[in-house]
Structure formats: C-alpha cells, structure tokens
C-alpha cells in the first residue's frame, strides 16, 4: 500500500464517523490542554513564589551589637550613615536588654476586677524607621518621630498584640500605659509584621527616655536591602555603622536561597506534572476504548480487505495512523487552548506568565504519541484477524 494511500484510507476512516471522531479528539484535547496548563501555570506560579520567598528571605539582614563596658560601638544616629548605601531600602537601630525583657505595663492606673490591665512585656527603644525595617504598617496612629527623640517626649508606640493584651482600642482619646511608675502617651500601634513578628507584643519608645529602663546602647541593627543587594550590604554595613568596631559587629545575613528555592520549584513543578499526566492517561484510555470499538464494528470491511491482498503491516498501519492523528488533531488544539488559559489566567492574577516554547511544541508530539500507543492494541487486534473469520 502506497503511503498516499494509506493516509487517505486513514483520514477516511476518521470523517465516516465524525461525532465520534470529534469525542475521541475531545479526550485528547482535555489531556493536552491540562498537561500544558498545569505544567505553565506551575512554572508561572512557581515563579512567583519563588520572587516572593528571595524578597522576604534574601533581602533581610541583622548586625549584632555586643555590650560595652566604655563609649557605645553604634550611636544612634550612624543608621543614617547606613541608608545612604546603595542598596539599603529601609534600616531600624534597637536597644533591647534582660532587663527591659520583662517589666510591668498597665494601661491605667486603676484596679479594674472585671479586666486585667497589668502586663509583663519588652521594652524596646527603636529608631523612627522600625516600621519599615520589620516591614509592617501602622494600624493606628504614627510612630514617633525624630522631633519626640530630640525633646524626649514621654510617648510610646505598641504592638498590635501588645495592644490587645492591655486593651488599647482607640487613641483618639490620647490613651497613657504605665510602664513601671512611668505613664507613656500611646500614639500608635504597630502590626502586619513580616519580619520579628514577636515585636508585635513589645512596647516601643524613643531612645531619649529609654535610658531610664536601661537601654542606653544600639544592640542590634534591622536592614532591608534590594534584592540581591544582601551580601554586599553585609561586607559593608559593619565600617558603615562603626568604622572603629567594625570587626567586632556580628553581620546575620540570610543564606544563599538557590537550593531551597530550587527545590521548592522542582516540588510545584513535579505535582502539576503528575496532574497533567493522569489527565493525559485519561485521555489515551478513551481513545483506545473508541479504537477498539471501531476495530470490532469495522470487522467486515477487515475481512473484505484482507481477502483482496491487505497484508497484516497494512492493516495494523491504517488503525494505527487513525488512532495517531485523532491524538496529533488533539495535541494541537489543546496546545493552544492552554497558552490562552496560561495568560488568562496570570492576567487575571497580575503575573508574568512562562511561556515555554518547547512546551507548545511538544504538545502536538504528546499528543501524537498518545495516540499511537493507545491504538496499538486495538491495531494488533485487527490485524490478527483472519479473512474468513472476518468475513463469517
């Protein structure tokens, strides 16, 4: 049988029964089309958490400031010093000690039975740029700023849980806590931390009247830099914050993110591919099911065919083309249907779809193969036919 031949006897084959032709193409088309989605939307999505992961893990330094007997190794105002760098986004200096770890705060001066207003929480002094290096936001009020720190204005901001636990709602009423004998003004609470989340349970002052609660000296320093910035920012942050001390200072920089986020890109990418390919085994089982059926209801056209000097290689051929074009018809239209539902779908996420290229080049291939293989059976059946029986 000439190759020509064989093809339109094929293509034939495949338009006599058109409705089910198309259900048949229709399984592959759904297996294509979720293999090719899964697997972009995977790689889209995969990115995107992967750029979510370096911002929040890559980009987050922390300098260690050790106690001195003497002068102070970091003033307070070398933070400026710090920000300066190309690099730095935001920077806090915090003064933190065993000490102010665990002193009494109440939110007023009664004894109220019904409520429990007395605490034991940290006291921190911070630099006015504590909200952005522990990258949260002001749920109420503001944070002090550099003109309370040069009047030493007796004036707090707390956490969001720390409000909680003293039951400050509102400050529309200008509300004190009293830390010891101290009472503080409370001008804004602070929440949504991203970074040093256990500070949302702290009390926060300026350092100008810190000194009382003994938190006279910068103990460490919060950093945030641009992405990919952080190993520079740490060889240079230490001669930045004390250019006397800056052997002394201990730099925590995040490790290298490239294993971890590999892996958990391998991880997303693994299970979307699993999905795909069930889809796709879903699809290959139709088209054989439909193949088979076709094989037993086309019996007399076998015999018919056989008798006039079909081999068995042309037999098996037909089916098989058959069976490999429903699946290539399949691959194509699913290819392409699933590059729309990729940029469909991260347009309505706002993110940057991947589109690969030898995706939507293998996916007519997929479809193809699968085609082949789940005719091959119903082609072996039909050529082991014999004439006669065929025919009877």
Do not use: C
């Not at 987050?60 to 730095?88: F, K, N, Y």
């Not at 700023?145 to 509102?170: E, F």
């Not at 060889?235 to 006397?244: C, D, I, V």
């Not at 015999?303 to 399949?330: M, N, P, V």
């Amino acid at each position: 049988m000439h190759v020509r031949d064989l093809v339109g006897e094929s293509v034939a084959g495949m338009l006599a029964r058109p409705v089910r032709s198309a259900l048949t193409t229709l399984g592959t088309v759904l297996g294509i089309t979720t293999l090719v989605v899964t697997l972009g939307v995977a790689a889209t999505a995969g990115n995107q958490i992967v750029g979510r992961f370096d911002a929040l893990v890559a980009t987050a330094i922390t300098v260690e400031v050790p106690e001195s007997d003497g002068e102070p190794m970091v003033e307070w105002d070398a933070v400026e010093r710090l920000t300066r760098l190309r690099g730095v986004e935001s920077a806090a200096a915090v003064a933190e000690s065993k000490d102010s770890a665990n002193l009494s705060v109440r939110s007023n001066d009664l004894v109220d039975p019904a409520r429990v207003t007395l605490r034991n929480l940290s006291v921190l002094a911070a630099t006015t740029g504590l909200p952005e290096a522990a990258r949260g936001r002001m749920t109420q009020g503001r944070f002090y700023d550099t003109g309370h720190i040069r009047r030493g204005d007796r004036v707090a901001v707390i956490g969001d849980q720390a409000a909680r636990m003293l039951g400050v709602t509102q400050l529309d009423r200008a509300p004190a806590i009293f830390i010891g004998e101290h009472a503080y003004t409370v001008i804004g609470i602070l929440g949504d931390l991203r970074r040093e989340r256990n500070l949302s349970s702290a009390v926060f002052v300026p350092p100008t009247t810190a000194a009382r609660f003994g938190l006279r000296d910068v103990t460490r320093v919060l950093v945030n830099t641009s992405l990919g910035a952080a190993g520079l920012i740490a060889g240079q942050a230490p001669a930045a914050l004390s250019p006397a001390n800056a052997d002394v200072l201990q730099v925590v920089a995040p490790p290298s993110p490239t294993r971890a986020r590999d892996q958990a890109q391998n991880d997303v990418d693994a299970l979307f591919l699993i999905l795909g390919l069930v889809s796709l085994v879903v699809g290959a089982v139709g088209i054989a099911n439909v193949t088979l059926v076709t094989v037993m209801e086309r019996v007399p056209e076998i015999g018919l065919r056989r008798s006039l000097g079909a081999a068995r290689r042309h037999i098996a051929a037909q089916f098989l083309l058959e069976s490999t074009l429903i699946g290539l018809t399949g691959g194509v239209i699913g290819a392409g249907l699933g590059l729309v539902i990729i940029v469909a779908v991260s347009a309505a996420k706002q993110w940057t779809p991947l589109l690969d290229g030898w995706l939507a080049a293998a996916a007519p291939v997929a479809g193809a193969v699968v085609g082949l293989l789940a005719g091959l059976y119903p082609a072996l059946r039909a050529a082991r036919m014999e004439p006669v029986d065929a025919l009877r």
